[in-house]
């Protein structure tokens, strides 16, 4: 009998086909909110569920007695209780490896505008102020032949830092990271305490995913350890870093700048101290969102959810274990 999966993201219509022989997919259009009653009386009734951008808490669970997996578009899975779903048998999969070097161009994409202020001096000459060339004060940095400090050397940092390393000739610095011999001998990178790293790069780079341990990891402690011509860049998620102390140190110039794909609470609220500062890049979560990876992402989920539904092994799950408790 095909089983109830709710349907929460953009699959194409083949991804659909290739679920359907298994699945009754269940599009209800709307954010997955268990509060809400038509959401309510589909998980009552859900096997599964595929897709991204909503939370999993034991509540949630009690909504949705019947469920058996879930599988993600993101590989972050931040926003997911996993020892709750454990605890319940609920297979989560994410979907790591598909987005890794589109996020990568991402970081970069940020590292450059930051650095090269794209952003603002594209404004600055859409508002017809290039009346002569921009002088001292509109330069920008170098990026070529500094150090990259890479908070978190995972799958993506170590996209970053090769790109970085072989592309830019930079000094790749890093920390919070296994050691990893094999990019210490490809990049000549090298392994350091987060202090030694903050003090010392010109681009700090945040790549570890939000756990407790990383949450507020950079506040204004750190903030204040970087030197005033660093650059934070960060794609990995907004509560890594405290927000509040990051604008206190864009204001105060003890930073110069930031380029962030990622904030505390999204969609940015419009009145955002950050949206103020010149010295910032702001983007809207895009580490992932080209055409072809987010294609690829929903694929991963897709095949993750088949082949679970078909009683084979997933390809990417995060609590293997829950399968046992089915
Ligand atoms: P990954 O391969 O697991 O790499 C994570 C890195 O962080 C590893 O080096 C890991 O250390 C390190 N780390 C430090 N503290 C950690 C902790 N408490 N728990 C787990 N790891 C810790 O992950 P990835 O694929 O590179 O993705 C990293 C994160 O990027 C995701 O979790 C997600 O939040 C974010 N992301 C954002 C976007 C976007 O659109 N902006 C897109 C994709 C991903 P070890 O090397 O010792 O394991």
Same mark, same amino acid.
């Given at each position: 009998?095909?089983?109830?999966?709710?349907?929460?993201?953009?699959?194409?219509?083949?991804? =659909?086909?290739?679920?359907?022989?298994?699945?009754?997919?269940?599009?209800?259009?709307?954010?997955? !909110?268990?509060?809400?009653?038509?959401?309510?009386?589909?998980?009552?009734?859900?096997?599964?569920?595929?897709?991204?951008?909503?939370?999993?808490?034991?509540?949630?669970?009690? $909504? %949705?007695?019947?469920?058996?997996?879930?599988?993600? *578009? /993101?590989?972050?899975?931040?926003?997911?209780?996993?020892?709750?779903?454990?605890?319940? @048998?609920?297979?989560?999969?994410?979907?790591?490896?598909?987005?890794?070097?589109?996020?990568?161009?991402?970081?970069?994409?940020?590292?450059?505008?930051?650095?090269?202020?794209?952003?603002?001096? $594209?404004?600055?000459?859409?508002?017809?102020?290039?009346?002569? /060339?921009?002088?001292?004060?509109?330069?920008?940095?170098?990026?070529?032949?500094?150090?990259?400090?890479?908070?978190?050397?995972?799958?993506? @940092?170590?996209?970053?830092? +090769?790109?970085?390393?072989?592309? *830019?000739?930079?000094?790749?610095?890093?920390?919070?990271?296994?050691?990893?011999?094999?990019?210490? +001998?490809?990049?000549?990178?090298? +392994?350091?305490?987060?202090?030694?790293?903050?003090?010392?790069?010109?681009?700090?780079?945040?790549?570890?995913?939000?756990?407790?341990?990383?949450?507020?990891?950079?506040?204004?402690?750190?903030? %204040?350890?970087?030197?005033?011509?660093?650059?934070?860049? !960060?794609?990995? +998620? @907004?509560?890594?870093?405290?927000?509040?102390?990051?604008?206190?140190?864009?204001?105060?110039?003890?930073? =110069?700048? %930031?380029?962030?794909?990622?904030?505390?609470?999204?969609?940015?609220?419009?009145?955002?101290?950050?949206?103020?500062?010149?010295?910032?890049?702001?983007?809207?979560?895009?580490?992932?969102?080209? /055409?072809?990876?987010?294609?690829?992402?929903?694929?991963?989920?897709?095949? !993750?959810?088949?082949?679970?539904?078909?009683?084979?092994?997933?390809? /990417?799950?995060? !609590?293997?274990?829950?399968?046992?408790?089915?």
């Amino acid at each position: 009998m095909k089983k109830n999966i709710i349907v929460a993201g953009q699959l194409s219509e083949a991804q =659909r086909q290739e679920l359907e022989p298994h699945a009754h997919l269940i599009d209800l259009g709307k954010p997955l !909110n268990a509060d809400d009653a038509e959401v309510k009386a589909a998980l009552a009734d859900a096997h599964g569920i595929i897709g991204s951008g909503f939370t999993i808490d034991d509540a949630f669970l009690d $909504a %949705a007695p019947k469920l058996k997996a879930v599988t993600l *578009f /993101s590989v972050g899975y931040d926003t997911m209780d996993v020892d709750a779903l454990s605890k319940r @048998g609920v297979l989560l999969c994410n979907a790591p490896d598909v987005l890794t070097e589109t996020t990568a161009d991402l970081a970069f994409t940020l590292i450059m505008s930051s650095a090269r202020r794209v952003v603002e001096l $594209a404004e600055w000459v859409k508002a017809g102020k290039w009346q002569k /060339s921009p002088g001292p004060e509109l330069y920008g940095s170098d990026i070529h032949g500094k150090t990259l400090g890479m908070v978190g050397l995972g799958r993506i @940092g170590a996209a970053v830092a +090769r790109r970085g390393a072989l592309g *830019f000739g930079m000094k790749v610095r890093y920390a919070l990271s296994s050691p990893k011999p094999d990019l210490e +001998r490809e990049l000549g990178a090298t +392994r350091c305490e987060l202090d030694e790293l903050l003090a010392e790069s010109d681009f700090v780079c945040l790549t570890v995913p939000l756990t407790r341990k990383t949450e507020k990891l950079i506040g204004a402690e750190q903030l %204040a350890q970087m030197k005033d011509s660093a650059l934070l860049v !960060n794609i990995s +998620r @907004g509560k890594v870093v405290d927000e509040a102390a990051l604008i206190e140190a864009l204001k105060a110039g003890t930073i =110069r700048g %930031a380029g962030l794909d990622v904030f505390e609470q999204e969609p940015l609220p419009a009145d955002s101290p950050l949206l103020a500062l010149p010295n910032v890049v702001a983007l809207p979560h895009i580490g992932s969102a080209t /055409s072809e990876t987010r294609l690829a992402m929903a694929q991963r989920a897709v095949d !993750n959810l088949t082949r679970f539904l078909q009683g084979q092994p997933p390809i /990417s799950p995060v !609590n293997a274990e829950a399968l046992n408790q089915q």
